[in-house]
T-cell receptor, first 114, second 114 residues
Framework: EAAVTQSPRNKVTVTGGNVTLSCRQTNSHNYMYWYRQDTGHGLRLIHYSYGAGNLQIGDVPDGYKATRTTQEDFFLLLELASPSQTSLYFC?????????????FGSGTRLTVL | GEQVEQLPSILRVQEGSSASINCSYEDSASNYFPWYKQEPGENPKLIIDIRSNMERKQIQELIVLLDKKAKRFSLHITDTQPGDSAMYFCAASRVNYGNEKITFGAGTKLTIKP
């Protein structure tokens, strides 16, 4: 099974703080995604990428930046964290080709903004 | 962009009976519809999917139906067991359009009563 590793597992910061969430996948997948999960809203797409240096805007991008530095690594940046960004963040990857669209999720990062 | 509505948000059924979750989508170009199961404290995992060239797919006790004209699809779990208790998410995407984006519904919390 595809391996997607997120770090940190938990993060607490204050309003206005600077946070970077990291994600690494080791299966040479083309696509990587950042989702946030909130009760009542399900999984909402923040940003995604189909290769190193590429970035696509998702459905809830405000307040977030992302960068895909390599095929393996995708980072989510919160430069001025706000309490509304308290959430469970999932990174996922997929091959993105026909018959290989399965998303493989990491274990999640729980972020609390005080 | 694509919007996916999922109902109900909470579902409780008796062990051994069937459970049904319904989703609708807006983008008629969506052609791939996966279902993910998330157990407490875990990440979401793919359980079944269906493509737009199919109307029905079954894997053991899981049945997915797709009505392209109505832009609706549904998951049916027959002979439910305690292990079926979890969050379930439907999703829709356009595969092979490049720039693949996967949009999820808000989720259904399924509880199987003994």
């Amino acid at each position: 099974e595809a391996a997607v590793t997120q770090s940190p597992r938990n993060k607490v910061t204050v309003t206005g703080g600077n946070v970077t969430l990291s994600c690494r996948q080791t299966n040479s997948h083309n696509y990587m995604y950042w989702y946030r999960q909130d009760t009542g809203h399900g999984l909402r797409l923040i940003h995604y990428s189909y290769g190193a240096g590429n970035l696509q805007i998702g459905d809830v991008p405000d307040g977030y930046k992302a960068t895909r530095t390599t095929q393996e690594d995708f980072f989510l940046l919160l430069e001025l964290a706000s309490p509304s960004q308290t959430s469970l963040y999932f990174c996922a990857s997929s091959d993105g080709t026909a018959s290989a669209e399965t998303l493989y999720f990491g274990s999640g990062t729980r972020l609390t903004v005080l | 962009g694509e919007q996916v509505e999922q109902l109900p948000s909470i579902l409780r059924v008796q062990e051994g009976s069937s459970a049904s979750i319904n989703c609708s989508y807006e983008d008629s170009a969506s052609n791939y519809f996966p279902w993910y199961k998330q157990e407490p404290g875990e990440n979401p995992k793919l359980i079944i999917d269906i493509r737009s060239n199919m109307e029905r797919k079954q894997i053991q006790e899981l049945i997915v139906l797709l009505d392209k004209k109505a832009k609706r699809f549904s998951l049916h779990i027959t002979d439910t067991q305690p292990g079926d208790s979890a969050m379930y998410f439907c999703a829709a995407s356009r595969v092979n359009y490049g720039n693949e984006k996967i949009t999820f519904g808000a989720g259904t919390k399924l509880t199987i009563k003994p």
